[in-house]
């Protein structure tokens, strides 16, 4: 997707409103993790591989690093959503709403 000449929100985290109202310490704690998270991935290649080899069962050095490569650059170094990005998916997708949040 990072090589293609359109923005679209390919890393996106949707949370309901009533939750973020009853549970906000936890929000708050997960977004930092997820934060957190992405830097390493964007930073420590060897542990983004160890990683990556745990979750998709393999220890293959090429498939880790064939899987890694590409998807690298697709995560921001700063994760905010992008308004470009939501126009565009709403184009393709109905189900999401082109109305922004108050």
Do not use: H, Q
């Not at 310490?25 to 957190?36: H, I, M, N, Y």
């Not at 393999?58 to 959503?81: G, N, Q």
């Amino acid at each position: 997707m990072n090589k293609l000449p359109i923005e679209y929100p390919n890393n996106v985290i949707v949370v309901r409103k009533d939750f973020v109202c009853t549970n906000r310490d936890t929000v708050k704690r997960f977004l930092k993790a997820w934060v957190e998270g992405t830097k390493i991935f964007k930073t420590d290649r060897d542990v983004s591989l160890k990683v990556l080899g745990k979750y998709l069962k393999t220890k293959d050095a090429e498939i880790l690093a064939k899987s890694y490569e590409p998807s690298c650059p697709v995560f921001e170094r700063i994760p905010i959503a992008k308004r470009d990005g939501f126009a565009f998916a709403s184009t393709v997708s109905p189900k999401i709403s082109r109305k922004p949040a108050k």
